[in-house]
Each structure stands twice: as C-alpha cells, then as structure tokens.
C-alpha cells in the first residue's frame, strides 16, 4: 500500500517510536543508497514511511547526505507528499528555542552538494518554477494541527539553508538576517529543490534548538544546549505529527508541480 505521506527524520528525531512499525525496506536508487532504509508504519491509522535524514546512527552531516537518493527513493515509492522535520538555528528574535516553526521561503547558501535530477542525459535543459518553495497546502495542514495543539508556532519565516557541518560566525548570521532569514539550518536545501523536481508536495516543520550564532552576545552554542532544547521539541513534533495525519485529505494526496 502506497504510503499517506513520508516523514524525514532530522537531528533529534531518528527514530519515529509513535510510528507502529510493519516493516523496512532498503531503497537504493540510481543515485546511491538513502541515508537510512525506508521504515513503514502505522500513524494514527494511515500508512507512513520514514527516513532518517543523517541515518539510523545520526553518523551522517549534512553535506555528505545523499538528497537525490533520499527523495527518489521516497518517490519511487508513488509517495506524493513529505513533511520535513529539521532542527534550526533561531535568527529572527522570536525564534526561541523550542519553538515550532514552518518556513515559507529558503535562502540556499549552501555549495558543492549535487542538487538537480536534471543534469546528465537530458532531452532538454529544464527549469523548474521555485518561486514557493514549500507546498502551501501541505503547510497550511502542519499549521492547522499545530493551531489545535496550542503550540508556540511561527507560521511564516524564511530559512536560511547553511553549508555546514560547522555553525555559523556571528556576521554570517547578520548577513542573513539583512538577507531576511528568520531561521537557519543545514538541510534544506537541496531537499526542497529536488522535492519539487519529482513533483512531491513538500512542507518542513522546523525545531529551533538554539539562538543562532552571536545573537546571545558571548555564548557559546553548545551540542549539550542542542539537544536538550531538541528532546523537548521533538516531542511537540511527534503530537503533531500524529496530530496532521487526518488532516492530509484528496488536496495534498496528489503529486504537485507548484507551490499550491
Ligand atoms: N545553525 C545551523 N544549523 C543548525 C543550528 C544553527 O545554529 N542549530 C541547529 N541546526
């Protein structure tokens, strides 16, 4: 049975333990192996697959994630729609940590990942429209649940997507912050991109895990920090996950080409 919707997993939720697992799968591609296998399961009563972005182990960084064969693996499937999960930094001052978050916009400021299916054997150069990244009924879904539950929510923000696997300096962050990114992580992009080249409708739900760099004059982020504010987010994210799966009707059960 073709999977309802795919969650992939990212620092702070590797595994999925809401997820009432039937069975696992590994699914290489022609561009390599995904990060993790692809774990079906059962979500408040629809089918689920999950990915985990940085694999099972959390033992891969973001530039070295194989983000062609995670999302064709998730489309060979006939999967036609994804909710993100990523931790971020918070840039925008009410970007807290702890706080859900739902981008509506993405700055790439990230190089030398492979991020186009459209690149060898091609027919004809192709140029997908990106002009809104994220699929707006599918955020709207996570918005509506997270509305419900009462969460601490920014339901509009731009994310500033980083090369990583550091984090930033201070003035990489101002400049952002001039370029009008609410919130930062290492992951989005090419993710984003390569979701809509397979028309899947694609939403992220963002976990701020700390202040973004220098925003605290004289901190120093910390790993510890990261994961403590994660491990309490995470737990938000997992309600509402459980929370948005009635939510995904007819209108975001079929594949996409926009940002409708
Ligand atoms: N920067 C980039 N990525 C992140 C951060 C950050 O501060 N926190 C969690 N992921």
Same mark, same amino acid.
């Given at each position: 049975? @073709?999977?309802?919707?795919?969650? !992939?997993?990212? @620092? ?8 009432? !697992?039937?069975?696992? =799968? ?7 192996? %995904?990060?993790?296998?692809? $774990? ?31 999302? #064709? ?9 994804? !909710? ?11 970007? =807290? ?7 509506? /916009? $993405?700055?790439?400021?990230? #190089? ?6 459209? =690149? ?7 140029? $997908?429209?990106?002009?809104? %990244? ?20 920014? =339901? ?6 980083? /090369? ?39 939403? @992220? ?11 605290? %004059?004289?901190?120093? $982020? @910390?790993?510890?920090? !990261? ?11 997992? &309600? ?13 059960? &079929?594949? /996409?080409?926009?940002?409708?």
């Amino acid at each position: 049975m @073709t999977p309802a919707v795919a969650i !992939i997993g990212g @620092t702070g939720l590797t595994r999925l333990d809401t997820l009432t !697992i039937t069975h696992q =799968e590994a699914g290489s591609t022609p561009y390599g192996e %995904p990060s993790s296998p692809l $774990i079906y399961g059962e979500l408040n009563g629809r089918v689920v697959v999950f990915l985990a972005r940085h694999g099972l182990d959390h033992t891969l960084p973001p530039h070295k994630i194989n983000y062609r064969a995670n999302l #064709w693996a998730l489309h060979r499937l006939g999967v036609k729609q994804v !909710i993100a999960v990523a931790a971020v930094g918070g840039i925008r001052d009410d970007m =807290e940590p702890g706080v859900l978050a739902f981008p509506d /916009q $993405i700055i790439d400021y990230t #190089w030398g990942r492979h991020g186009t299916f459209f =690149e060898d054997n091609l027919t004809q150069v192709t140029h $997908i429209d990106f002009t809104e %990244p994220y699929c707006g009924a599918l955020r709207e879904r996570l918005i509506q649940a997270a509305r419900a539950l009462n969460f601490d929510a920014r =339901e509009s923000c731009t994310y500033a997507a980083a /090369q990583g696997p550091r984090l930033e300096t201070a003035a990489e962050i101002r400049r952002m912050e001039r370029d009008g990114c609410d919130i930062v992580g290492m992951t989005g992009m090419p993710e984003a991109a390569l979701a809509r080249e397979l028309g899947l409708r694609y939403a @992220t739900c963002a976990v701020v895990a700390n202040r973004a760099a220098g925003k605290i %004059p004289g901190v120093t $982020i @910390t790993m510890a920090e !990261i994961e403590r504010n994660l491990l309490e987010g995470m737990g938000r994210v997992k &309600t509402l996950l459980a929370r948005v799966i009635p939510l995904l009707d007819e209108a975001t059960a &079929t594949g /996409q080409t926009d940002g409708a």
